[in-house]
């Protein structure tokens, strides 16, 4: 059986209700038992040095996470690729490239977009791209996107993202929720980055962070928010926040968490009187941009129509049913634990020279 991930979510999470439901997640649940001795078994092995780990040349930085979906891994990619660049090193980003049809999924393309100057590496194979970047492109430090689980490249350093809106993915490992794998793995991780703190209370915080503690006690903890800093759309002309507050905002996303992109909207001051979610790494049809074509034309006509970078760079619609199409453009910014998380960066740079 498939399920739409509107859906999905929804079963998971437990909004669906009913006998259906309650059976179909029973079914779930049955199906994460294998899945998670699968993971463990793995996780085992390669603890063991039973699977083999392969060590490249220069230092390798992981940014992963425990769940699927977002957790906003992308920011944080452009946060460490830019300190090293600061640092004055030639950085390659590696990834899997999960979600791509035909060519560069979408944070392929958003950090190209934002990190002219960082090639981004992607295909099945993460050793050879390693080896691919330092050999015929120099690179001194390289990036390996949603990488905690992908345990064949050895790294120096996993940084580890927890979604403070959705930390444990309801509690379950995949299928039945979407835990990769247990939370207990947080113990391999070398910092750990709480993000979207601003989207929870601050009870609900402390709780997070005491659990994070327990379970990992020997792992630097950071706290994050994914921080607005403008409108962009496809011509690269900017716009400020604020125009978001100055009339009714309708918005559409498909990525892996968004209702943390309505909350986002909603923290700056937005009106929103309509929101569209497609499944996460969608691949926009001639249909779906009719779709939503006619859906931006049912819209007020002082209605500012947005969307995330991910989607627009894949879209590259200057307008949708007459209207401009604006992006928001979301950085990485550190509340709490900003010098472990630069010590943290530095380490790698000392053990690898």
């Known amino acids: 059986m498939t399920y739409s991930a509107d859906y999905f979510r929804a079963l998971v999470g437990g909004q669906a209700r009913g006998l259906g439901p309650g059976l179909q997640r029973l079914g779930l649940q049955l199906l994460s038992t294998p899945y998670g001795w699968a993971a463990a078994l793995r996780n085992w092995l390669y603890t063991k040095r039973w699977k083999r780990s392969y060590r490249v040349a220069v230092p390798v930085v992981s940014v992963g996470n425990l769940t699927l979906g977002g957790t906003g891994k992308t920011p944080c990619v452009e946060y460490v690729a830019r300190f090293y660049r600061r640092e004055g090193l030639r950085v390659a980003i590696l990834s899997r490239g999960y979600g791509s049809v035909g060519g560069r999924n979408d944070e392929a393309l958003v950090l190209e977009e934002n990190l002219p100057d960082v090639p981004h590496l992607q295909g099945p194979d993460r050793v050879v791209l390693a080896r691919t970047a330092i050999e015929e492109l120099e690179s001194e430090v390289l990036i390996l996107d949603d990488g905690f689980q992908h345990r064949r490249l050895r790294r120096d350093l996993d940084l580890v993202l927890v979604d403070a809106t959705n930390p444990w993915g309801h509690g379950h490992l995949f299928p039945r929720g979407l835990l990769r794998e247990p939370p207990r793995s947080l113990r391999r991780a070398g910092a750990i980055l709480l993000t979207r703190c601003d989207q929870v209370d601050e009870a609900a915080l402390r709780s997070l962070r005491e659990t994070v503690q327990n379970v990992a006690p020997n792992v630097a903890i950071v706290e ?118 630069d010590r943290k960066l530095q380490e790698v740079l000392r053990a690898g020279s």
């Open 224 to 341: 994050t928010t994914h921080r607005p800093v403008e409108m962009i759309n496809s011509e690269r002309l900017t716009a400020l926040l604020n125009e978001l507050c100055r009339g009714p905002v309708a918005a559409f996303c498909g990525i892996g968490n968004p209702d943390a992109f309505r909350k986002t909207l909603q923290n700056l001051g937005a009106s929103l009187e309509a929101f569209r979610a497609f499944p996460d790494h969608h691949d926009y049809t001639r249909v779906d941009v009719e779709s939503l074509r006619a859906w931006a034309g049912q819209q007020a006509k002082d209605c500012v129509i947005v969307t995330t970078q991910k989607d627009l760079v894949k879209l590259r619609l200057a307008k949708v049913g007459g209207r401009p199409l604006w992006a928001l453009q979301i950085c990485l910014h550190v509340e709490v634990g900003q010098a472990a998380l």
